[in-house]
């Protein structure tokens, strides 16, 4: 499965731009994804979805400055969310989205089923 790549914007007006990546990860089973995201100024990053029931679960910050965590997520289209320094969620931006139920906006985390 190839790499998606999308900015990640604010839901709201602020100045945190990033990249989004989610990839197999490499030695757990396929249900397994990692995702890494550059957040410049972040000091703190979280992923929440509905695999997940929202709750936040802490990202890494990597070597190269950029947050990772590995999810594990069933196959089927997902609703996700990523919570920087435990203030502001954001979606990645090129990202399918779709109503978040609270008049905001989820991004769709979209995994096959092989």
Known sequence: MAATRST?????????TATATVTPAAAPPKKHRRVTVALAGARSAAIAGDWNDWS?????????????????VPPGVHHYAILVD????TVPRGAPLASDGFGGKAALLIIPEA
């Open 56 to 72: 936040p679960a802490p990202m890494s910050r990597t070597r190269t400055g950029r947050w990772t965590t590995v999810i594990q």
């Open 8 to 16: 990640v914007g604010c839901d709201t007006a602020c100045t945190i």
């Open 86 to 89: 435990g203030t502001r969620w």
